[in-house]
């Protein structure tokens, strides 16, 4: 939870604390993950306990998608055989009344392809590439 205290001096120059409290902000932990293809990703959501009922996750700012690899367990979220349409931003959005925070982590692609990738020295456009 957070909050802020303000201080009030009244007209008798009594000191008196006010607390308002914040709804809390959602975060992903990690916030970026380098995963190779095949492997496993796990992201948490970390929120207050009694906000962990109204996340919902999101890839890409889309609804994610409906297949077995991607297992959602309240605030955490697998994504099981990692292929390429795997890898991008994934945010879970966590509601209270009409308040909503979001926070987000970045899944990319690692590995022999990521290297692959760097070390490349083709030069390719449109479809023609030059060795």
Same mark, same amino acid.
């Given at each position: 939870m957070l909050f802020v205290q303000?201080?009030?001096?009244?007209?008798?120059k009594n000191l008196k604390n006010t607390f308002i409290f914040l709804f809390s902000p959602a975060d992903v932990v990690p916030s970026e993950q380098i995963i190779d293809i095949g492997r496993q990703a796990r992201l948490e959501? *970390?929120?207050? &306990?009694r906000d962990r009922g109204s996340i919902v996750w999101?890839?890409?700012?889309? @609804?994610?998608?409906?297949?077995?690899?991607?297992?959602?367990?309240?605030?955490?979220l697998q994504v099981f055989n990692l292929q390429?349409?795997?890898?991008?931003m994934y945010q879970c959005f966590v509601r209270r009344g009409g308040?909503?925070?979001?926070?987000a982590s970045e899944?990319? *692609?690692?590995? &022999?392809d990521t290297l692959a990738e760097k070390n490349?020295?083709?030069?390719?456009? @449109?479809?023609?590439?030059?060795n």
């Open positions: 303000h201080i009030i001096v009244d007209k008798q959501c *970390l929120t207050e &306990e999101r890839k890409d700012g889309r @609804s994610l998608p409906g297949h077995a690899r991607v297992v959602e367990a309240r605030q955490v390429r349409e795997d890898y991008g308040r909503e925070a979001q926070a899944l990319r *692609l690692g590995g &022999e490349n020295t083709n030069r390719c456009w @449109s479809v023609f590439c030059i």
